[in-house]
């Protein structure tokens, strides 16, 4: 209770002091009630599951722009309330704890810490009061900051330990730690620094340092992470270097929820492993892209169908093919989930949900109108509030891509399924997701409008079964298809061999 009447009080504080260490050009207030914690999770390199989640700390407008650090703790830092925020973000986070008991989550401390002579006595009455398990929070300390702290740092670490929790050296790059004064502060895992992750692939000096790093954390005993793997080649590097766990972008983006979904690794595209009946259940905001063969190659060759790829929150797996890779390479996913079988189970899943309400985006002429009547029938009700074919080759104009932008927003339709084909839907979606101001979910559903209006029929369950279905569509569009399936798949399982060959 003592803590919850110091917080009171210290709100109050905050906002007087920030309101007069706001600058002059900003239109708004730093509003207390606008800090929340977003959070990214860290994979565990060889099996994939989730070891825990970094929290993140984000801020919102009253237009409900997300902002992020880089931004805001300038004026928090002005106003010398670190120490503030410090306990903000533990109080949320134990509270986030409670209503996850199965999470793990990892929340960064400021180099001002040191100066809260009460923090320890705080976290303790926290997770007590919360009943928390010590081994459920982790704290992530920088190089910086210990080096400038060192004395006060090895003793606050060393009661951190003692307490249960587990202690991370973050962005460690040995600029302002020796070896030797890392090891006497006995941590539990080490971070490297993002900037030298990023550097690894060019810089032969920094690929031994990264190399040097890690295997010294193996030495004393720690877990080496790796921050910041943003696109494929840190990825590709990160297996190399034999780094115990792994976080950025590449693997997933941050986002308001607690993740503990595993991920399987296919030709160094990470597919979330999960059922259809998980997704459903846990999809509540983000991007959701169905990979199969084809897609696992152009993302190689189309630097901007990778982007689109990295901006996906969801990628499942969309292919029989697929499912047989995972378990070749001793990863098998729990099941294929279809965009064509995803969503109709999605629109059934919230028939009777009235704040989803849907936009359909592709198929030829009339085909997507035709889908809207048959979803709603489906549904008995009118969750497809709107729907438009667009012309070929529209992508290109950017007229009709902003005047489609218009009509999702003036709908205000939370869902959007886009079904005009890869790569063109997905390069699309990453082009203008941030100008659609109502929708929280986005498919990217191929040819599944076409199979809901009842245009085109669908291969029989057994042949997607067998693996077979590129076979059935390829005799079905061969003009179309044949060089997708015949030239540039082609590669897939000699690159398959390899990755197996490189896991043994």
């Known amino acids: 209770m003592g803590c919850a009447l110091d917080f009171q009080y210290t709100d109050l504080t905050f906002l007087r002091i920030l309101m007069q260490t706001v600058p002059k050009t900003l239109s708004y207030d730093l509003r207390i009630d606008g800090f929340e914690l977003w959070f990214q999770p860290v994979y565990d390199v060889t099996h ?90 982790n704290f992530e300390l920088s190089e910086q900051s210990i080096a400038r702290h060192y004395h006060d740092a090895t003793r606050f670490i060393q009661v951190l330990k003692e307490l249960g929790f587990a202690v991370v050296l973050d962005n460690y790059a040995n600029q302002y730690l020796t070896f030797l004064q890392w090891e006497r502060l006995a941590l539990d895992s080490v971070k490297l620094d993002g900037r030298l992750i990023r550097s690894v692939p060019h810089d032969s000096q920094q ?72 997704l459903l259940q846990e999809l509540k905001t983000g991007i959701v892209f169905t990979p199969n063969v084809d897609h696992l190659m152009n993302i190689r060759k189309r630097q901007r169908f990778f982007q689109a790829y990295n901006a996906a929150d969801y990628k499942i797996c969309d292919s029989q093919i697929l499912v047989f890779a995972s378990r070749f390479l001793g990863t098998p996913v729990k099941e294929r989930i279809s965009g064509s079988d995803l969503l109709p189970a999605f629109y059934m899943f919230h028939k009777d949900n009235p704040e989803i309400t849907m936009f359909l985006l592709g198929g030829g002429s009339g085909v997507a109108a035709q889908a809207r009547a048959n979803i709603n029938m489906k549904a008995g009700r009118e969750i497809v509030i709107d729907a438009y074919s667009p012309s070929f080759g529209f992508e290109t104009s ?74 059935y569509r390829l005799m079905s569009e061969p003009r179309r298809l044949w060089k997708r399936y015949l030239v540039n798949d082609l590669p897939f399982l000699w690159l398959l061999f390899q990755q197996k060959i490189k896991n043994i």
């Open 48 to 137: 994939g599951t989730v070891s825990h989640n970094e929290v993140l700390l984000r801020w919102q407008d009253e237009l409900g722009q997300v902002h992020l650090p880089a931004e805001f703790m300038p004026l928090v830092s002005k106003a010398a309330l670190n120490p503030w925020l410090d306990r903000l973000v533990i109080q949320k986070s134990v509270q986030k704890l409670r209503e996850n008991p199965r999470a793990t989550l990892s929340v960064n401390l400021s180099n001002e810490i040191f100066q809260d002579f009460d923090i320890l006595d705080y976290i303790f009455e926290l997770t007590q009061t919360y009943r928390i398990q010590p081994h459920q929070l």
């Open 207 to 278: 690929s031994l340092l990264a190399k040097s790093i890690i295997q010294a954390s193996e030495a004393m005993g720690q877990a080496s992470v790796a921050k910041s793997i943003d696109s494929l080649m840190p990825s590709r590097w990160m297996g190399r270097l034999a780094f115990d766990s792994a976080q950025g972008y590449h693997l997933k983006r941050p986002s308001r929820s607690i993740c503990l979904t595993s991920k399987i690794d296919l030709l160094g595209v990470p597919i979330d492993n999960l059922t259809q009946e998980e």
């Open 398 to 471: 950017e007229l009709e891509c902003l005047q489609i932008v218009k009509r999702i927003n003036q709908s205000k339709a939370t869902v959007l399924a886009v079904g005009v084909g890869a790569p063109k839907q997905e390069e699309w979606i990453y082009k203008y997701k941030d100008q659609l101001t109502s929708v929280q979910i986005i498919f990217a559903v191929g040819a599944t409008l076409d199979f809901e209006a009842g245009v085109v029929s669908r291969a029989p369950r057994i042949v997607s079964n067998l693996g077979i279905e590129w076979f």
